[in-house]
């Protein structure tokens, strides 16, 4: 040992950063790779994970080269990149110092889940006639998550604080790998199955889009869509969209926001409640003053005061309508009166009988028809002679008309 050198830890670095630097290939390489974990930095610089199916190696693109870009890099971008391989002593971490980069097109996760998208979107997962309302009043609300994450911690701490009085049941699940899809939808069928959950949260905390691959994997969106009880999506950050974001009945930003949406806030309701209470008592004491102002005003009406005013103005009312009638009676009586003289005296007027009383009379025979001409009788007929004063009955002996029939 005493014979051995010992080298510190940055006297390492150094070395194997000299060794690197002093590679002519390495000094300046063109890169090819899909773009992960992509951070912008407050100072402009980009941080990300250049990688292809077996490897990955970290990168670092200085502001003064950002500026150069025409093109907003993201996660999922395939891209050539040329620049640099060093060592970051402080870590010891060796990285690739980007100057230039070109973008080369879409990544092949971002394939996959665009061509998932449109065909689940096509066959209608997505429509809004078949999303399902989230209940306002849950009494337990389901958990398909981690049960070691961040995620489940913020939901239990969110909800809790809203509402101690809503349960919350976990069905623990993988959130990440390969067995994960199949994972959460075991327990989206089985929260199911178990029927007492009013609405599920699914979801899980932030990461790179590989970390939340397993809510863009079909048999995922199918549970979801299946699912008889309401899901609320709960997938990374606010900035992370998934299959399961667009399938599910409402999405939530964050695994926080979703208990937020899901669990109504007792306070809140409470002051609900509380000023429901107070608007209705208002109101019932705004009708019991309208309806007792009312009665007061009934009460002080004149036909309770004076009831028997009331009746006298009536009786008098009607003595002067029985006065009016009478009036109006005799009116009439008097007018028809002296309408019938009027007819009288020209039915008089007009009447054969008048004739009698200046000399003439009239002849009829036993029925008493009038007879008009000579030929209505015949000889030994029965006729009546009307006078003035009386009838002549008499019969025929002989009309003129025979009597010079005969003498001719």
């Not at 690197?20 to 930095?41: A, C, P, Q, T």
């Not at 009013?198 to 970390?211: H, K, M, T, Y």
């Amino acid at each position: 040992m005493k014979n051995n050198k010992v080298f510190s830890v940055s006297d390492i670095n150094k070395y194997i950063k000299a060794l690197i630097d002093m590679d002519y290939i390495l000094n300046s390489v063109w890169v090819k790779g899909e773009i992960s974990n992509f951070k912008r930095h407050t100072s402009g610089h980009l941080y990300f994970t250049l990688k292809d199916k077996n490897s990955a190696i970290s990168c670092i693109m200085f502001r003064s080269s950002v500026y150069a870009l025409n093109f907003e890099p993201k996660n999922g971008m395939n891209v050539i990149i040329q620049g640099a391989v060093s060592v970051y002593e402080k870590s010891g971490q060796y990285q690739i110092y980007v100057n230039k980069m070109e973008r080369e097109g879409i990544g092949a996760l971002y394939e996959t889940f665009e061509k998932l998208k449109k065909d689940l979107e096509a066959e209608g997962l997505f429509q809004k006639e078949h999303k399902k309302p989230i209940p306002s009043f849950p009494k337990c609300i389901g958990i398909v998550t981690s049960p070691t994450g961040a995620a489940i911690r913020d939901i239990i701490q969110v909800s809790k604080r809203r509402n101690p009085n809503i349960d919350l049941v976990l069905f623990p699940t993988l959130v990440q790998g390969e067995e994960a899809p199949k994972s959460i939808a075991e327990a989206i069928y089985a929260m199911n199955e178990w029927g007492q959950a009013d609405v599920l949260i699914v979801g899980r905390g932030g990461g790179s889009i590989e970390d939340l691959w397993a809510f863009n994997e079909e048999v995922v969106a199918r549970a979801i869509y299946e699912s008889k009880i309401p899901v609320i999506s709960a997938v990374g950050h606010e900035t992370d969209f998934t299959i399961a974001d667009f399938v599910s009945d409402l999405r939530a930003p964050t695994p926080s926001a979703a208990a937020e949406l899901a669990v109504p806030s007792r306070k809140e309701y409470l002051s609900k409640v509380s000023n429901t209470l107070k608007t209705l008592n208002q109101l019932i004491d705004r009708r019991i003053s309208f309806y007792n102002d009312k009665l007061v005003g009934i009460q002080n009406h004149v036909v309770f005061k004076k009831p028997l005013e009331f009746i006298y103005r009536r009786m008098q009312e009607l003595d002067y309508l029985e006065k009016n009638l009478h009036k109006q009676i005799n009116h009439k009586i008097t007018t028809y009166k002296t309408h019938l003289i009027h007819k009288i005296k020209t039915l008089e007027t007009l009447s054969p009988l008048n004739t009698l009383t200046r000399g003439y009379s009239i002849v009829m025979d036993d029925s008493g028809q009038t007879i008009a001409s000579i030929d209505e009788v015949k000889t030994n007929d029965h006729i009546n002679i009307r006078m003035k004063d009386g009838e002549i009955l008499a019969w025929v002996e002989k009309t003129r008309k025979e009597v010079e029939k005969n003498n001719a």
